[in-house]
């Protein structure tokens, strides 16, 4: 797992012996379209990066209506880590919208490499500030923009995704109707 070792390396230093310890703590699980990492309501049990696939991150409205406020792709950490780290249970869910290929970490794991690995909790708190910050510059645009702006930065900001996702998930991303990012669509062609 090349990819991932060297997402893991761009944020510290480890040697060849703590690599090792960290691949055979990890395991590889496929996820199906529609499946769920994590549930609301559900304490999340792992830690996953993705290989393969896209993921989203959604909850229900007050009114019923699902929301996706994130998604994310190959290359990057899984995880709802704050309620994973306190073992308590999730408020989003985070759903495959492919097909997808993940490495996994149980919280057993995790911690062990933690307890193991001097800087290992640096380098997580550098991967959370990455996420962290790529979220907020994602998210922060869609507040005061118009629909079809919001739509070019969705596509300016996921290129590989537009033809990837459903567009019921895109138009629950940018706050609009699925009718109405039809619309968008072909007006902007």
């Known amino acids: 797992m090349k990819v991932f070792m060297d997402y893991i390396l761009q944020f ?4 060849q012996q703590q690599i090792d310890l960290i691949m055979n703590k990890s395991q590889e699980i496929d996820f199906h379209k529609d499946e769920y990492f994590s549930e609301a309501g559900k304490i999340p049990r792992q830690v996953g990066f993705i290989l393969e696939g896209v993921f989203r991150y959604c909850y229900y409205n007050n009114k019923g209506q699902e929301i996706t406020h994130h998604f994310v792709d190959e290359n990057n950490f899984l995880s709802d880590q704050q309620k994973f780290e306190a073992q308590v249970a999730a408020s989003d869910y985070i759903q495959a919208v492919t097909d997808c290929k993940l490495l ?6 995790w911690d062990e490499i933690g307890n193991i690995i001097v800087g290992w909790d640096n380098i997580v708190a550098q ?3 990455k996420c962290l910050l790529q ?3 994602r998210r922060s645009p869609l507040v005061s ?4 702006t ?4 969705f596509i300016e900001n996921f290129p590989s995704l537009v033809n990837r996702i459903p567009l019921s998930h895109i138009a ?4 609009i109707t699925q009718q109405s990012l039809s619309r968008i669509r072909k007006n902007i062609r």
């Open 127 to 129: 991967i959370l500030k």
């Open 12 to 15: 510290g230093n480890l040697n």
């Open 104 to 109: 996994v970490f149980s919280k057993k794991d």
């Open 150 to 153: 919001r739509y070019l930065s």
């Open 145 to 148: 923009e118009d629909a079809t």
């Open 172 to 175: 629950s991303y940018l706050g």
């Open 135 to 137: 979220t907020i510059e």
